[in-house]
């Protein structure tokens, strides 16, 4: 990685660049995972289930294609972006719950993207302050 090149970024294009088998692997991936969520939510209890459904499932796949197609330093990065994105889910999470009660669903939800929103971005601008002064 060259220090101009950003972290994330979209490519629109590299969407024609995906095969057909990538997209079943992944598909694979986040079947598996709903379908213990819901084995969970028929054993366990619903709520206990509901964490499971936040697990990113198309990240396994994904890393792993990335891994195998192109480099370990990509799937590395994307594996911090995951990291950095389901930490700022928490507080999704966290604000979801204690706000629906008081606020009701819509309210809720509004407030808590916009917390995840910018949890994501601090975090993410925090990396490449601390990965600039690395180098």
Avoid: N
């Avoid at 991936?29 to 499932?57: H, Q, T, Y």
């Amino acid at each position: 990685m060259t220090s101009a090149e950003p972290l994330a970024g979209i490519s629109p294009r590299a969407i024609r660049d995906v095969r057909p088998r990538d997209l079943i692997i992944r598909f694979a991936f986040g079947a598996v995972v709903s379908a213990v969520a819901a084995v969970l939510a028929i054993v366990i209890d619903p709520r206990f289930a509901g964490i499971f459904m936040a697990f990113p499932a198309i990240l396994p796949a994904t890393l792993t294609l990335i891994e195998e197609e192109g480099s370990e330093r990509k799937a590395k990065d994307d594996d911090v972006g995951a990291i950095l994105g389901a930490a700022a889910l928490v507080l999704f999470g966290g604000l979801t719950w204690w706000l629906v009660p008081k606020l009701g669903a819509a309210p809720a939800l509004v407030i808590a993207i916009g917390g995840w929103l910018i949890a994501a971005v601090t975090l993410y601008l925090g990396l490449r302050i601390v990965r600039s002064r690395q180098r």
